[in-house]
């Protein structure tokens, strides 16, 4: 993909650590940087898997080989470490250290999503002091001390936000490719990561859940006016509206951000929310619920739902777009087979007329 | 009052700094504490009003002296000094630190509801431990890293939740008038707060605000889960559903807590959205909504009203309260003049039928 989107400074060459843990679900970082980064990865570091075929075991990253040490990464002269799997609790397990080490000793940046900060450890950042190495911990939450105020209605931009019917249901991936598709319409579009996957795909954006309550909106707020200069914003979405454990985080990213157009996100084999046993309302509720909350902050509508269909036939797709286009009388796609040009249309035309 | 709804461990002789803060505004704290314990208050701190009445100025504190320094109150033994007003951002005024350093040397316990830590200040932390002093810092938040899971659903107590149309509008009051009339009832109630003034005033809860985003809904249902011996446990609300600022922790609150009745309180004078030009919506959609977006994960009824007249004379209130029972078909009071009873008579009912 060309950076047009992303905005990064430099390709680099990547080495993911991904020890013991490649699969598709606790590999979600590695996954979404190996997606959007494909041809700065040189490869991935996982013992357990070594020799096997990435893009089996998590659904990308077709070429990248699985090593067993960073070592055998050597010919590729990798600059950048970066974590690529979640651990229980974020914690930074033991067995990493050697790794982290010999990657610290070669100059390499290393880049962190876990809740525990490398910096934060005497070791690792003394000798990242000493060898001149750069730890980049992507979940240390920005110095903010204001709350928000709904300031991101005063921005010019097209605001546009991702929500869900669930948490990791494509969220993130809907925002990129529909900042992709209008970057590809010549439009200039910017897509703003809230989660640390997003901020190591682009290197902006903030790690929203780690923030304090008290100023999560405020944070978001910030990341919209200090963006103003685009023509579109296109803001991650994160958790979901009705997810017990992260619906808090999902309403202060909306009130933040006041999208004035938000799309409603979906896995439709899902039934029940994450990890619970909490069925999933039917979409409609869905979309008049988010329209409803957002109303006494900005009017803002749903104006099409991306369905992620990692898990079904390329019929089945069909089917499922067909059968929320047919309920809900909106757009619909999944942007990974389809590609985001229905949103795109339905958000141009939802801006053009407002 | 007795220490019935609130088991402090024991009385004790409190001085309140508030300087050049006492405004019913901004030393909510205050005048919050000494609603609740107004036997213990000895006095008030605040140079720019020393000899006024203190009741004029905050609306409670008959009989309390405001005085210019701690020094004056030292015929009272205070073994408490207490902040009482918000500053600025949370910040600790640099004018403030010699009556902090005179009441540690003085071995008084320090209690702080700003977002500065006093404890993580070098300076008092060491004249404490010199002297013996104890620094309390309510906000500081607990050691919690697990995301809530709706498990609150699953305690047999009743949960009830005070929410708002706003922020600062009388939902930790509504809450303790409630579980004070349920105790004069003989019912086994408990009020637990969510807010530094609740934590104060009664020595247990949690300043949900100064939490982590991702753990306030965790945070709150563990508290929840930690008084389940109660039959009746009543929740101090916080922010609102709709305010910009806080929305994103009043729903984790709703999710964390899981109540199966919520009380909505609302100021009738309140036209927008505090600090916003957001007017805010009628009170039959704010029924509507809380009970809308509590519906995926409990299913939970707004049961009566309680309204915030503080700034209305009798005659208004009476008219305010007829006014919005017949719009909403709701018992509807004002805590502090009519009782709480009204409410409690629709929760017993509710909780009856259910």
């Known amino acids: ?9 430099s390709d680099r060459r990547i080495a993911i650590l991904a020890s013991g843990r490649l ?6 970082t590695a996954a979404g940087v190996i997606r959007y980064r494909h041809d700065e990865v040189v490869g991935v570091i996982d013992p357990d898997h070594a020799g096997q075929d990435l893009a089996t075991l ?15 990464l050597a010919t590729h002269r990798p600059d950048m470490l970066l974590i690529g799997v979640a651990t229980p609790g974020g914690a930074l397990p033991e067995a990493w250290r050697p790794v982290l080490r010999e990657a610290i000793e070669q100059q390499m940046e290393v880049v962190n999503g876990l809740h525990t900060f490398l910096a934060d450890d005497p070791t690792l950042s003394d000798l990242a002091a000493e060898h001149g190495a750069r730890l980049v911990d992507v979940r240390r939450p920005p110095e903010v001390t204001g709350v928000g105020m709904a300031r991101a209605r005063d921005v010019p931009s097209r605001i546009v936000l991702t929500v869900g019917s669930d948490c990791n249901v494509g969220k993130k991936i809907a925002a990129i490719e529909i900042a992709r598709e209008l970057a590809r319409r010549g439009r200039d ?41 685009h023509a579109w914003l296109i803001v991650e979405g994160q958790g979901g509206l009705f997810h017990p454990s992260y619906s808090g985080v999902t309403l202060s990213l909306m009130h933040g951000a006041c999208p004035s157009a938000m799309v409603l996100c979906h896995q439709p084999s899902r039934q029940c929310l994450r990890h ?22 900005r009017s803002s509508k749903v104006v099409g739902v991306a369905l992620n269909c ?32 229905p ?10 007329a407002s």
């Open 1 to 9: 993909m060309s950076n047009t989107e992303t905005n990064r400074d």
């Open 310 to 341: 990692v898990d079904a036939s390329d019929e089945e797709t069909t089917d499922a777009v067909q059968a929320s286009h047919a309920t809900l009388g909106l757009p619909v796609t999944d942007v990974i087979r389809h590609g985001a040009g």
């Open 23 to 28: 699969d598709a679900f606790t590999a979600k």
């Open 276 to 297: 619970t046993d909490l069925p999933i309302p039917p979409l409609g509720r869905l979309v008049e619920l988010h329209e409803a909350i957002m109303q006494p902050v």
């Open 189 to 229: 579009a910017i897509f703003l990561p809230t989660g640390q996957t997003g901020v190591m795909i682009t290197g902006r954006g903030i790690a929203i859940d780690r923030i304090i309550s008290d100023f999560v909106s405020g944070a978001v707020e910030q990341m919209i006016l200090d963006h103003a200069e």
């Open 58 to 72: 998590i659904g990308v990253g077709k070429g990248i080989p699985i090593v067993a040490s960073l070592g055998e």
């Open 343 to 352: 949103l795109v249309d339905a958000l141009e035309a939802h801006f053009d």
